[in-house]
Every structure is written in structure tokens, then in C-alpha cells.
């Protein structure tokens, strides 16, 4: 919805100016493009079985690009072994979750405080059974993490320190992630083994273990 809300706002502009018709082409269909995942969403929220590197890699394919444009340097877990799990739910919601954490790491990523500013990027997906309940998806990465702010607030419904930002995303996460009989998690340091560099934030999607 972010993405629609500037392709409008570009579209607006072109619509304004006289003589621009393959740029309002170019901006409807792009607009298009950016929708059809929300409507895919709404229309087809049916369970079905999966696993979790399927979830991972649909995400990263729907991110890759943007991914590449912000010069982040992204570790990818299903490339390394990491351990694999079943899944049941709605593949589109649960993919819209992961890629609304891949989203939320590349925004903070790129406004990260100047000690950091000059290392890499750094975003890692994997799978991790280092919580107890279950095992899940974990999306971390070496932005300025979460701070002193509490997981409760994190969730609430328009509670954002981003500046624009709807104060949704994380919200729908936690609902998508309860309706799909999960849970959001936000690790403390150390409940996840990772590498040292990825010292921001930690966000997990953690399910119940399938037979």
C-alpha cells in the first residue's frame, strides 16, 4: 500500500502535466503491479500446507530488487542448510508478512545512526528452533533495532516511529500470525543464535510443529 500510495502521487503529478500519455501508461501499470498482491491477498485467504523456505524464498523474490537498489546485502538461509519445516496457513498472508518485515529492515537500514553508517547493510532470513513453542522464521538484520520500545507497543495499531509510517504493519503481522494459529516474537539478544554482526533489529514468525 506504501508503494501504491507514491505510484498515485506520481500519477497525479503526470495526469497534471500535457503530453506525457506513455508515462501515465507506464505508471498505471505499475500500479497495477503494486496492487495485485493486496487483492491476491483478499481473495484467495485459503489454508493450505507449505513450508518455510518456500515462505523465504517467495519473499525474497517479491524483494530482491529493492534489495539490490538500497545496497543491502542479504543472507539467505534456504542457500545454507538452514533447517526447513512445515507450515500450514494462507501462503499469500504469511508471504505478505515476511516481505512487510524485509520492508520494515530496508527503511531502517537506511536511516541508521552514524556509528554504523559506514559498515555494510547487512538483512539475514532463516529458520531458527532456538524458541521454545515452535520453530520459526526469524528476519534480522544490523539497523538501530527496536531500542527500549515495548513488543505490546510494537503491535498496537498505529504505533510507528517511522516518519510517515501508517503504524500498521507490524499489527497486521501479529493478526495474520494469530489467525494462522502463530505468533510474532520479538527475541531477546541471545534467544536466537546469530552472527555477531546482526545486532538490530530481531523479528520472528514462530508456528506450531506439524507431524
Same mark, same amino acid.
Given at each position: 500500500?506504501?508503494?501504491?500510495?507514491?505510484?498515485?502521487?506520481?500519477?497525479?503529478?503526470?495526469?497534471?502535466?500535457?503530453?506525457?500519455?506513455?508515462?501515465?501508461?507506464?505508471?498505471?501499470?505499475?500500479?497495477?503491479?503494486?496492487?495485485?498482491?493486496?487483492?491476491?491477498?483478499?481473495?484467495?485467504?485459503?489454508?493450505?500446507?507449505?513450508?518455510?523456505?518456500?515462505?523465504?524464498?517467495?519473499?525474497?523474490?517479491?524483494?530482491?530488487?529493492?534489495?539490490?537498489?538500497?545496497?543491502?546485502?542479504?543472507?539467505?538461509?534456504?542457500?545454507?542448510?538452514?533447517?526447513?519445516?512445515?507450515?500450514?496457513?494462507?501462503?499469500?498472508?504469511?508471504?505478505?508478512?515476511?516481505?512487510?518485515?524485509?520492508?520494515?529492515?530496508?527503511?531502517?537500514?537506511?536511516?541508521?545512526?552514524?556509528?554504523?553508517?559506514?559498515?555494510?547493510?547487512?538483512?539475514?532470513?532463516?529458520?531458527?528452533?532456538?524458541?521454545?513453542?515452535?520453530?520459526?522464521?526469524?528476519?534480522?538484520?544490523?539497523?538501530?533495532?527496536?531500542?527500549?520500545?515495548?513488543?505490546?507497543?510494537?503491535?498496537?495499531? #498505529? #504505533?510507528?516511529?517511522?516518519?510517515?509510517?501508517?503504524?500498521?504493519?507490524?499489527?497486521?503481522?501479529?493478526?495474520?500470525?494469530?489467525?494462522?494459529?502463530?505468533?510474532?516474537? #520479538?527475541?531477546?539478544?541471545?534467544?536466537?543464535?546469530?552472527?555477531?554482526?546482526?545486532?538490530?533489529?530481531?523479528?520472528?514468525?514462530?508456528?506450531?510443529?506439524?507431524?
Amino acid at each position: 500500500l506504501h508503494g501504491a500510495e507514491k505510484i498515485l502521487d506520481e500519477l497525479r503529478e503526470a495526469v497534471k502535466r500535457v503530453g506525457e500519455p506513455g508515462r501515465i501508461k507506464e505508471l498505471v501499470d505499475r500500479l497495477y503491479r503494486a496492487m495485485r498482491p493486496v487483492t491476491n491477498l483478499l481473495k484467495n485467504p485459503a489454508v493450505s500446507k507449505t513450508s518455510a523456505s518456500v515462505l523465504i524464498k517467495e519473499a525474497i523474490f517479491s524483494t530482491e530488487l529493492r534489495l539490490n537498489r538500497h545496497g543491502i546485502r542479504l543472507w539467505d538461509g534456504t542457500k545454507h542448510g538452514c533447517a526447513d519445516f512445515k507450515v500450514e496457513g494462507s501462503k499469500q498472508m504469511l508471504v505478505a508478512s515476511i516481505t512487510n518485515l524485509i520492508d520494515n529492515a530496508i527503511h531502517w537500514l537506511d536511516v541508521r545512526e552514524p556509528s554504523k553508517a559506514s559498515s555494510d547493510k547487512l538483512l539475514l532470513i532463516s529458520t531458527t528452533n532456538d524458541l521454545e513453542g515452535g520453530p520459526a522464521i526469524v528476519v534480522a538484520d544490523n539497523g538501530p533495532g527496536f531500542g527500549n520500545d515495548d513488543p505490546e507497543d510494537l503491535i498496537a495499531p #498505529f #504505533f510507528s516511529r517511522r516518519n510517515g509510517g501508517m503504524g500498521l504493519g507490524l499489527y497486521i503481522v501479529n493478526e495474520v500470525m494469530r489467525v494462522n494459529k502463530g505468533k510474532l516474537e #520479538f527475541p531477546d539478544t541471545g534467544e536466537v543464535e546469530l552472527p555477531d554482526e546482526y545486532d538490530g533489529a530481531v523479528v520472528a514468525l514462530q508456528f506450531p510443529r506439524l507431524s
